[in-house]
C-alpha cells in the first residue's frame, strides 16, 4: 500500500527564494517514474524540469501554471509506495491522515497520454510564450531535440515576399504566416517555367493547418538572381538560404528533383508530378515554353489562364529565355530525362509522399511504378500536370493532417 506525502518545490539555484509554476505536465491520477518530468518552474530567467525523486502516482496539484510559489511550498500531493517513502519528505501534520488509501475512482482515471516531444527547456519556454505545438516540429539538435534555434525559425517575423542573400545569389521567398498555433515549417519548390506564385493556393491551405510556409523562386525564375543552372548548383543555392531546422519538402516537377536533393533538411519530402523518376517527359511542351508560346504550353498543362495573366507568362519567359533553356539541357535530351533521382529516394530514411495525376501528359502517371518501397504513391483524377492547382486541399492533407 502506497503512502500519500506533500512534494516540495526544490531549490533550483542558490539565490532561488521562490519559483514561478509554468507547464504542469503530469496528470492527476497519471503514474510516474523516478526521473520523469513532473513540471517545469521558471526562476532567474531560467526554465528548469523538475524531476519525479522516486516512482509514483500525481493524486493532485496544490498549485496552478503562472503562480508563484516559495522555496520548500507543497506543490503536490503524490502517493509512493515502499521504501522511497523514506527517502522522501514527511508528509505535513496538516495530512496526517494521507495514510488511508486513494479512493478507487482516483485509481480508475489513469490514462497513457502521448510521449512528450525532445526540447530543451528553453525551447519549452518560447514554445509557451509564442504558441507553438511541439508536436508539429522537428528537432535539429542531438537525437532530434528541439532548440531555441529551431523556434526561431518558426517565429521569425512574417513578409510577404523577400530576398535571402546566398553567396553571389539573391533566393526570392514568397511567404504565408500559420493561422493559430504554429506546428511547423513547410518549403514550396515550383517546377520549371513556373515561380513561388503558382503555390499561392497550396501555401495559404496549409498556413490554415497551422505551417509556416515559403515557397521559393528557383534560379532562372521569377525574381530570384543567381547564375545556378544544374540541380547540384541550385541544391546547393537553396540550401544556403533556408532557415536553419527541419521543415515540410514539397517539390513539384522539376522541383522535385531539387526537393529530393534538400531531403537532409526534411522532416518529410512530398513530390508532385515529380521529375526524375523515369525516362520520359514531354519535349513538344518543354519547347513550346521554351520558344514562348505560352498557349500551347498550358494546352498540355491541362490548364487555361487569362488572357492578362498568359501575357505576362510569356514575358517571364522572355526575360529568363535564355537561362530557362540552359536549365533545361541539364535535365532533358529532346523527350528523355536525363536525371534520376530514384537511387536518392530509396535512401531516405523519412517520409516520402509521391503524386501523380492519372492523364498528366508532361510526366507519365506509369513513372509511379518505379518507386521504391518506402515511397507512397497517390494517384489523382484527371488530365493536369498540375495537382496542386486541381485538388490543393487533397494536396495539403497528404502533406500535414490536421
Known amino acids: ?12 539555484g542558490e539565490t532561488m527564494e521562490e519559483g514561478r509554476i509554468g507547464l504542469i505536465i503530469k496528470k492527476p491520477g497519471e503514474r510516474f517514474r523516478r526521473g520523469e518530468t513532473l513540471l517545469e518552474v521558471e526562476s532567474d530567467k531560467t526554465t528548469v524540469e523538475v524531476p519525479a525523486l522516486q516512482d509514483g502516482v500525481l493524486v493532485e496539484w496544490l498549485v496552478s501554471s503562472d503562480q508563484m510559489v516559495p522555496v520548500e511550498s507543497a506543490i503536490a500531493r503524490i502517493e509512493i509506495e515502499g521504501e522511497a517513502v523514506a527517502e522522501a519528505r514527511s508528509p505535513a501534520p496538516a495530512i496526517a491522515k494521507a495514510n488511508a488509501p486513494i479512493a ?45 534555434d529551431d523556434l526561431a525559425t518558426l517565429t521569425r517575423p512574417a513578409k510577404a515576399s523577400y530576398h535571402v542573400a546566398s553567396g553571389g545569389s539573391q533566393i526570392f521567398f514568397r511567404e504565408w504566416p ?11 519548390i515550383h517546377g520549371l517555367f513556373a515561380d513561388s506564385q503558382s503555390f499561392t493556393t497550396l501555401g ?43 521543415m515540410h519538402i514539397i517539390g513539384h516537377s522539376f522541383g522535385a528533383i531539387v526537393a529530393a536533393g534538400l531531403a537532409d533538411r526534411a522532416s518529410s519530402l512530398t513530390m508532385l508530378a515529380p521529375a526524375g523518376c523515369g525516362e520520359i517527359i514531354n519535349g513538344t511542351f518543354i519547347d513550346a515554353m521554351l520558344a514562348g508560346h505560352v498557349d500551347q504550353g498550358l494546352a498540355f498543362l491541362g490548364e487555361t489562364m487569362p488572357a492578362d495573366a498568359v501575357a505576362r507568362f510569356a514575358d517571364h519567359l522572355s526575360v529568363h529565355a535564355g537561362h530557362l533553356k540552359a536549365i533545361s539541357a541539364c535535365v532533358r535530351s529532346e523527350s528523355a530525362q536525363t536525371v534520376s533521382i530514384l537511387g536518392k529516394l530509396e535512401s531516405l530514411p523519412r517520409p516520402v509522399t509521391a503524386v501523380f495525376q ?31 492547382w486541381r485538388n490543393p486541399d487533397v494536396v495539403a492533407g497528404l502533406v500535414f493532417a490536421d
Not at 360 to 384: R, T
Open 1 to 12: 500500500m502506497g503512502r500519500v506525502i506533500d512534494m516540495p518545490l526544490p531549490r533550483l
Open 104 to 148: 478507487p475512482q482516483s485509481r480508475r482515471t489513469l490514462s497513457v497520454v502521448p510521449e512528450r516531444p525532445r526540447a530543451s527547456t528553453a525551447a519549452r519556454a518560447a514554445a509557451r510564450r509564442s504558441g507553438i505545438d511541439l508536436s508539429g516540429v522537428t528537432g535539429s539538435g542531438r537525437n532530434g531535440r528541439i532548440t531555441r
Open 178 to 188: 500559420a493561422h493559430g498555433r504554429v506546428r511547423g515549417l513547410a518549403l514550396l
Open 204 to 246: 495559404r491551405k496549409l498556413a490554415g493547418r497551422g505551417l509556416r510556409v515559403l515557397a521559393v523562386d528557383l534560379p532562372g525564375h521569377g525574381e530570384t538572381q543567381s547564375p545556378a543552372v544544374t540541380p547540384d548548383q541550385m541544391i546547393d543555392t537553396i540550401s544556403a538560404a533556408l532557415p536553419a531546422g527541419k
Open 358 to 388: 492519372r492523364d498528366d501528359a508532361i510526366i507519365p502517371a506509369e513513372h509511379a511504378l518505379n518507386m521504391p518501397a518506402n515511397v507512397a504513391v497517390h494517384f489523382l483524377k484527371g488530365a493536369s500536370h498540375l495537382p496542386h
